[in-house]
């Protein structure tokens, strides 16, 4: 008979550990894909999409994940795991980061682009994908932070720092959704949460 599943109570941290920020960089050798035709399925969001990922490059990114996978709960039976609690645009670009440690930031292309033609102002359509784009960038912290994907929280951290640079300031929404998903002291809070007035939170 199948067990239960465990998710949680594996992605859970302890209550000793500090969850400030990201946790050490989880060391890992380069994925050689000896084993190509192996695969682990994620389905992500409401509708459940489906992710098929190669496990050598999970288990080299997470030790969390790789636990999961390896347990005798239904996710390690089944080799496929659901997350309902995050969106299909924010794990894209955990695969994005799984597979090349680095994310296709179309508001920073943008930014690049203006510079180079010495344009201070994005248009009406950037902005929207700059306003949507925030919020995945801080929807993909969270879920890095919840499945130990240090260097990923890292990386967002970054980007967000740029986009602040270029005064591409997040929405309301964004500055919520990160103050409502993370602890006081987080680098992501402290990136972005800082610089806005009390009265916007």
């Given at each position: 008979?199948?067990?239960?599943?465990?998710?949680?109570?594996?992605?859970?941290r302890k209550d000793t550990e500090d969850s400030t920020g990201p946790r050490k960089k989880?060391?890992?050798?380069?994925?050689?894909?000896?084993?190509?035709?192996?695969?682990?399925?994620?389905?992500?969001?409401?509708?459940?999409?489906?992710?098929?990922?190669?496990?050598?490059?999970?288990?080299?990114?997470?030790?969390?994940?790789?636990?999961?996978?390896?347990?005798?709960?239904?996710?390690?039976?089944?080799?496929?795991?659901?997350?309902?609690?995050?969106?299909?645009?924010?794990?894209?670009?955990?695969?994005?980061?799984?597979?090349?440690?680095?994310?296709?930031?179309?508001?920073?292309?943008?930014?690049?682009?203006?510079?180079?033609?010495?344009?201070?102002?994005?248009?009406?359509?950037?902005?929207?994908?700059?306003?949507?784009?925030?919020?995945?960038?801080?929807?993909?912290?969270?879920?890095?932070?919840?499945?130990?994907?240090?260097g990923l929280q890292n990386l967002v951290v970054?980007?967000?720092?740029?986009?602040?640079?270029?005064?591409?300031?997040?929405?309301?929404?964004?500055?919520?959704?990160?103050?409502?998903?993370?602890?006081?002291?987080?680098?992501?809070?402290?990136?972005?949460?800082?610089?806005?007035?009390?009265?916007?939170?």
């Open positions: 008979m199948a067990g239960k599943p465990k998710t949680e109570q594996v992605a859970k989880h060391r890992k050798s380069a994925s050689t894909f000896s084993k190509p035709a192996i695969f682990v399925t994620f389905l992500i969001g409401p509708d459940r999409s489906e992710f098929v990922v190669h496990k050598e490059v999970v288990f080299n990114r997470s030790q969390v994940l790789a636990a999961v996978f390896s347990s005798d709960c239904i996710e390690g039976q089944t080799q496929t795991m659901t997350i309902e609690d995050t969106t299909e645009a924010a794990f894209r670009f955990v695969v994005q980061w799984l597979y090349s440690e680095k994310l296709e930031i179309a508001q920073l292309e943008a930014w690049k682009d203006k510079v180079a033609k010495d344009t201070k102002f994005l248009t009406e359509a950037e902005q929207m994908i700059a306003i949507e784009e925030d919020q995945v960038l801080a929807e993909t912290w969270v879920l890095a932070d919840k499945y130990g994907l240090s970054g980007y967000m720092t740029d986009i602040l640079k270029c005064t591409c300031i997040p929405s309301t929404r964004t500055f919520k959704y990160i103050y409502q998903h993370t602890s006081d002291d987080s680098q992501l809070r402290k990136a972005c949460i800082i610089s806005l007035p009390i009265s916007m939170l």
